[in-house]
């Protein structure tokens, strides 16, 4: 038996010479850049109500301002710890 991650998140590597379109990104989701090698994830937008994922949002600002690197929101943790807060917020 394998893993199965929340199928709420999807997780798309990131390829810095890659345009990203609105396309790429389904209503109602939003795409973030988390960890050392930027992976993006595709979230639903229901989880900037969550505070689990605001305390993210904060120590997101503090550490980048409004300025991101890759020019989307970048989350200041490890892939790990996201998709564990991630996991707990799916089964809210």
Not at 36 to 46: A, F, L
Not at 61 to 66: D, I, Q, V
């Amino acid at each position: 038996m394998g893993f199965r991650f929340p199928a709420i998140i999807r997780m798309a590597s990131f390829n810095a010479n890659r345009t990203v379109s609105k396309d790429d990104v389904p209503k109602g989701y939003l795409a973030v850049y988390v960890g050392d090698k930027q992976k993006r994830y595709v979230i639903p937008v229901s989880y900037l109500n969550q505070p689990l994922f605001q305390d993210l949002l904060s120590q997101s600002e503090e550490e980048f301002g409004y300025d991101h690197p890759t020019g989307g929101l970048t989350i200041p943790c490890t892939e790990d710890v996201f998709q564990h807060i991630a996991s707990r917020l799916n089964g809210l």
